[in-house]
């Protein structure tokens, strides 16, 4: 069992960073693969990056792609979300997604195992 608790949502301007952080409980984190999520007001939960425990393959949308990073900190037991270049359209709450299967980082995230609360992001124009 994994539980999940992200951290830094706040109010940006465009154009600012920020870094969102994803706390896990449980012995096996680094078996698991981990991604964010992001959803918008009025909108459907839509996949943003994953980064698997294998091999540490990333993966992202192509609506953040080259503004966003996804790491992982194994002894920490924590997954990492740099976001540069914020857009108003990034406004959302993260969420963050552990998986045992790295295939289910996609849309839709029916099937996605863990869930964290979310953290909200708002970018203003």
């Known amino acids: 069992q994994v539980q999940l608790v992200e951290s830094g949502g706040e109010l940006v301007q465009a154009g600012d960073s920020l870094r969102l952080s994803c706390a896990a409980s449980g012995r096996s984190f680094s078996f698991y693969n981990m991604g964010w999520f992001r959803q918008a007001p009025g909108k459907e939960r839509e996949f943003v990056a994953a980064?698997?425990?294998?091999?540490?393959?990333?993966y992202y949308a192509d609506s953040v792609k080259g503004r966003f990073t996804i790491s992982r900190d194994n002894p920490k037991n924590t997954v990492y979300l740099q976001m540069n270049g914020l857009r108003p359209e990034d406004t959302a709450v993260y969420y963050c997604?552990?998986?045992?299967?790295?295939?289910?980082?996609?849309?839709?995230?029916?099937?996605?195992?863990?869930w964290g609360k979310g953290t909200l992001v708002t970018v203003s124009s």
């Open positions: 980064i698997a425990w294998i091999g540490g393959g990333t």
């Open positions: 997604a552990a998986d045992r299967s790295i295939g289910v980082f996609s849309n839709p995230p029916y099937a996605v195992d863990h």
